[in-house]
Every structure is written in C-alpha cells, then in structure tokens.
C-alpha cells in the first residue's frame, strides 16, 4: 500500500519498499517562544528558515503547526503555506486540532497534504474526515476516541478499524489514511513503548496501513534523549513504521533512519550513506 503526496510537481512515496519518509517537526511554536512571537506578528522569518534547514537535513514533507494562542490560526496557517512554498517544495503536513485552521492550510496548499489528524472521537470524524475527501487529500489517523487513549494495542486497532470505515463511507481509500499508533511517554509508564510498537505490529498485520510515528514523546522528562528517540525510532521501523515526525537536525537521528534505509534495502551501494557522511566530514571540517 502507498500513499502519495504531492506539493507542485515533487512526488512523495510513502510505504513499504520505499525510504523511509521523515515528516519534519520544527515548524511548531510549542516551546518555542521565539517562533510563536514571530506568528504573532504574522513573521515567517523562522518559519522559512526551519523549512529550509529541515529540507537540507533529508527531510521528506514538513508538518506546519500555527498553535498561537488568541491569533487568527486559520490565516496563519495559509500565509505559513504559501511562505514555506517559497523556499522549499516538500509536501506539507498541516496540523492542527481545528477543522477551519486545516481547511485554511488545505486551500493555499497546492498538491496532496497530509491532514494531522482525526481521531475517533465523533466530532473529529464528522469535521475532518469531509474535509480530507473535499480537498483529495491524506490523513493522519490518531486511535483514540471518546473514551479516551486506548490502554492496549488491540484497542487501538479497534479504534483505528472504525475511523477507516468511516473514512471509506466518505470514499477515502485506505491508502490515504496514515495511521499514528500513540507514543506516551515511557518515564511516566514504562509499559507504554511497547503498547506503541505492539499496536505497529497489530496495524500492519491486520490493516496494512501505512505508520505514521510520533516520537518525541517517548522520551519527555528524561535524560538523554536524542539516544531514546532513536533507539525508539529504529525499533518502530523494524516493526513497519513508515514515517517517523522528528527533528530532522538531529544528527543520530537522520544516521538511524538512513541506516534503516540501508538495512531494508533502500540505499542500493549505500550511496545515500556514504554521501551523507562526505557531506557531514566536509562541514565538520
């Protein structure tokens, strides 16, 4: 199964058999203060330059989150598109928790974007999932729903099993529906990594849906964490994850994937590697 992407005339392929897509993290204000007063000001200084570095780093799309508190989000997130559109042309993943800020993205976006994300929830799956088939798009699908965040893989797959027939109702094939299987973070409860990657196991034996992982989270509040994120990382690809959302500046983290690449025999002659590692030495140097 392959999920396609596109922003102007780039085409991303995302499945099994294919490099492993990275979805670039940055373009995020969350604990970023600096990024999140430029937005306020309708600035997009940062926002370019973070599309720029990530796109140079091996990013393959980049997820655009606008989330400043009391600003106009919606045109935000339009004006952030067409700024991006101006440096780069990765495909874009445009995230948001409201239907009218992805709306907004979609309509400047021109190509197939990524929708991050609808959940079960029966809002959620009433908003957005006719917004993804308005707009011919794809979508991150989050397995939780009104009960909350499934405490185990095979409720997750439950959950993930309903929000595709409902996507499919729509006429949303199962190839445009990405699924992320939660990551928690582990030093609150370490039980939870595993339920991640049980649940990337249970996904693509039963489904064969494309994985989308969301990684930082595992490691929140403790030490070291560019090694958990990785480790993580690795492990979830082996089970079939498809495209990771991580800091594409980070070094061991781009060496993990493109060695994964390597290993799943997506790097003929280790081309990719080898450049990878000249380009490295020569800026080092």
């Known amino acids: 199964m392959e999920t396609r992407l596109t922003r102007d005339r780039r085409e991303l392929l995302i499945g099994e058999g294919r490099p492993i897509a990275v979805i670039g993290e940055r373009i995020n204000p969350t604990g970023r203060r600096t990024l999140a007063e430029q937005l306020a000001r309708g600035e997009f200084t940062l926002v370019q330059r973070d599309a720029q570095a990530q796109s140079a780093a091996g990013a393959a799309l980049l997820d655009v989150n606008v989330g400043v508190p009391g600003a106009d989000q919606p045109a935000l997130m339009a004006r952030a598109v067409r700024a991006i559109g101006e440096v780069t042309d990765l495909p874009l993943c445009l995230d948001s928790?409201?239907?009218?800020?992805?709306?907004?993205?979609?309509?400047?976006?021109?190509?197939?974007?990524?929708?991050?994300?609808?959940?079960?929830?029966?809002?959620?799956?009433?908003?957005?999932?006719?917004?993804?088939?308005?707009?011919?798009?794809?979508?991150?699908?989050?397995p939780m729903d009104d009960k909350g965040i499934p405490a185990t893989a095979e409720e997750r797959l439950a959950v993930a099993e309903r929000i595709l027939s409902r996507a499919a109702a729509l006429g949303i094939e199962p190839h445009r529906v990405l699924v992320d299987p939660i990551t928690m973070a582990a030093g609150a409860d370490t039980s939870t990594a595993q339920v991640t990657l049980q649940t990337i196991a249970l996904l693509r034996a039963a489904l064969g849906v494309n994985i989308v992982l969301g990684t930082s989270n595992v490691s929140h509040g403790l030490p070291l964490r560019p090694s958990l994120n990785a480790t993580f990382v690795a492990m979830a690809i082996a089970l079939g994850a498809r495209a990771p959302i991580v800091n594409p500046l980070d070094a061991r983290m781009m060496e993990t994937v493109r060695a994964a690449n390597l290993f799943l025999g997506q790097d003929p002659w280790a081309m990719a590697w080898i450049k990878a590692f000249r380009a490295n030495r020569a800026a080092a140097e």
């Open 97 to 142: 928790a409201d239907p009218q800020v992805l709306e907004a993205g979609l309509q400047a976006c021109e190509g197939i974007a990524l929708v991050n994300s609808v959940t079960g929830e029966e809002r959620s799956l009433e908003s957005v999932l006719p917004l993804v088939q308005a707009h011919q798009a794809a979508v991150i699908a989050l």
